[in-house]
């Protein structure tokens, strides 16, 4: 178990930088990459480590990964002691954070990796019932410390860890779903705006909601009208809010048991103008633009299509066809709402490939949002990669 009564920085495991490792972890990002080390030392996974650069100079304290291309996740850049108080102290202030910028909000997240200094660490809340994932060995191995102030902090209903991220595994880490805390309900209900949500916090997607999402659908709102096409649908999230003022709404997934969930919560809101169908989307668009569709408003909402650097290629062609097609089935005056949430596509690179099918389909568009995620997501600004969700708002003039 890693050390969390306090110890000074002298008395950790050293790892030393290069001089160009020095200098990027002077420019302020908080990951250093393997190449960047000095020496290789073995230690094990998670563990915490005083890091230096080529003459000693005291740079910080991070989480050492044994198997990551990224090597170390900078906790501190103090030389102060990372014990229970420290821990205490940044749990506080994220949840004092959530508590000015969503108030009352019940599906919220409470803990965002390093943007609430907790490197590899996300903790959502859905009302009493809290969901914890660890994406590091670091915040593994101090897990049964995270949990006990939780408890102490918020004495949530139940705790349930959601380890089924695949980025454990480029961390050694094994992949589980458990509840370690209460019991959770095979099906949590929740609000967002007016509406009534399903949440299955032990096999729905991330943490049973898309919770970075929230603001986006609640804002959306105020575009949709007529006939509505959410593509990617989910659940249903941005189709049911727009439900309130269209005539129609299709969703469109290929997944029949998101479909299902999404059925059941447009029946939960009296919302009977619903049609779920289940399809590829790529296929779905292309047989509406060939047999001459036309819907008022679009959301695309896809998953990451570039998770890598290369996946760059094919995932650009990918975002330019979808967006294209949806041009295509756009009507004159309507409003298209198109997501990413790859981080290896810049928002300027994002917002260029739609200029790129607005070209190709004859459209003229004209921008009203560029949003991103919820404000309990906020993004470190020293850490780009945290920049991912992209989310533009657009209305078309021809």
Same mark, same amino acid.
């Given at each position: 178990?890693?050390?969390?009564?306090?110890?000074?920085?002298?008395?950790?495991?050293?790892?030393?930088?290069?001089?160009?490792?020095?200098?990027?972890?002077?420019? =302020?990002?908080?990951?250093?990459?393997?190449?960047?080390?000095?020496?290789?030392?073995?230690?094990?996974?998670?563990?915490?480590?005083?890091?230096?650069?080529?003459?000693?100079?005291? $740079?910080?304290?991070?989480?050492?990964?044994?198997?990551?291309?990224?090597?170390?996740?900078? #906790?501190?850049?103090?030389?102060?002691?990372?014990?229970?108080?420290?821990?205490?102290?940044?749990?506080?202030?994220?949840?004092?954070?959530?508590?000015?910028?969503?108030?009352?909000?019940?599906?919220?997240?409470?803990?965002?990796? %390093?943007?609430?200094?907790?490197?590899?660490?996300?903790?959502?809340?859905? =009302?009493?019932?809290?969901? #914890?994932?660890? !994406?590091?060995?670091?915040?593994?191995?101090?897990?049964?410390?995270? !949990?006990?102030?939780?408890?102490?902090?918020?004495?949530?209903?139940?705790?349930?860890? /959601?380890?089924?991220?695949?980025?454990?595994?480029?961390?050694?880490?094994?992949?589980?779903?458990?509840?370690?805390?209460?019991?959770?309900?095979?099906?949590?209900?929740?609000?967002? =705006?007016?509406?009534?949500? $399903?949440?299955?916090?032990?096999?729905?997607?991330?943490?049973?909601?898309?919770?970075?999402?929230?603001?986006?659908?609640?804002?959306?709102?105020?575009?949709?009208?007529?006939?509505?096409?959410?593509?990617?649908?989910?659940?249903?999230?941005? =189709?049911?809010?727009?439900?309130?003022?269209?005539?129609?709404?299709?969703?469109?997934?290929?997944?029949?048991?998101?479909?299902?969930?999404?059925? %059941?919560?447009?029946?939960?809101?009296?919302?009977?103008?619903?049609?779920?169908?289940?399809?590829?989307?790529?296929?779905?668009?292309?047989?509406?633009?060939?047999?001459?569709?036309?819907?008022?408003?679009?959301?695309?909402?896809?998953?990451?299509?570039?998770?890598? /650097?290369?996946?760059?290629?094919?995932?650009?062609?990918?975002? $330019?066809?979808?967006?294209?097609?949806?041009?295509?089935?756009?009507?004159?005056?309507?409003?298209?709402?198109?997501?990413?949430?790859?981080?290896?596509?810049?928002?300027?690179?994002?917002?260029?490939?739609?200029?790129?099918?607005?070209?190709?389909?004859?459209?003229?568009?004209?921008?009203? %949002?560029?949003?991103?995620?919820?404000?309990?997501?906020?993004?470190? $600004?020293?850490?780009?990669?945290?920049?991912?969700?992209?989310?533009?708002?657009?209305?078309?003039?021809?």
């Amino acid at each position: 178990m890693a050390q969390t009564s306090g110890r000074a920085w002298q008395d950790l495991p050293v790892i030393r930088l290069t001089g160009k490792g020095r200098r990027w972890a002077k420019s =302020g990002h908080p990951w250093i990459y393997r190449d960047d080390l000095a020496e290789m030392v073995p230690l094990p996974a998670g563990e915490l480590v005083a890091v230096v650069g080529p003459t000693g100079d005291f $740079l910080g304290q991070a989480f050492y990964s044994a198997t990551s291309r990224i090597a170390l996740r900078l #906790v501190t850049r103090r030389e102060e002691a990372v014990d229970r108080e420290f821990w205490a102290a940044r749990l506080e202030g994220a949840l004092t954070y959530r508590e000015q910028v969503a108030p009352g909000v019940e599906a919220r997240r409470l803990v965002y990796g %390093e943007a609430d200094g907790f490197p590899g660490l996300v903790v959502d809340t859905y =009302g009493p019932h809290l969901v #914890v994932q660890t !994406l590091h060995p670091g915040p593994e191995r101090l897990l049964p410390l995270f !949990l006990e102030l939780l408890t102490s902090r918020l004495s949530p209903a139940s705790i349930t860890l /959601r380890h089924d991220a695949e980025v454990r595994l480029l961390e050694g880490l094994a992949l589980e779903v458990r509840t370690v805390k209460g019991e959770v309900p095979e099906r949590l209900t929740i609000r967002e =705006g007016d509406l009534t949500f $399903l949440v299955d916090v032990l096999r729905g997607q991330k943490t049973g909601l898309f919770l970075d999402q929230r603001e986006n659908r609640l804002t959306v709102r105020l575009y949709g009208q007529g006939e509505v096409l959410d593509a990617f649908a989910y659940q249903g999230g941005f =189709g049911l809010h727009l439900a309130r003022n269209a005539r129609q709404v299709t969703l469109v997934d290929s997944s029949a048991a998101a479909l299902e969930v999404a059925r %059941e919560n447009a029946r939960m809101n009296g919302l009977s103008h619903i049609i779920a169908i289940k399809e590829n989307v790529f296929h779905f668009l292309r047989k509406a633009v060939q047999e001459g569709r036309r819907y008022d408003t679009i959301v695309l909402d896809p998953p990451a299509f570039a998770k890598s /650097r290369q996946d760059r290629p094919g995932a650009l062609r990918g975002y $330019l066809e979808i967006n294209r097609q949806a041009l295509e089935l756009l009507a004159p005056g309507g409003c298209l709402i198109t997501c990413s949430c790859s981080y290896n596509l810049r928002e300027e690179e994002f917002l260029d490939l739609i200029r790129q099918a607005a070209q190709a389909a004859g459209r003229e568009l004209r921008l009203v %949002e560029r949003r991103g995620a919820a404000r309990d997501h906020p993004a470190l $600004l020293s850490l780009p990669e945290s920049l991912y969700l992209k989310c533009f708002i657009l209305h078309a003039l021809s």
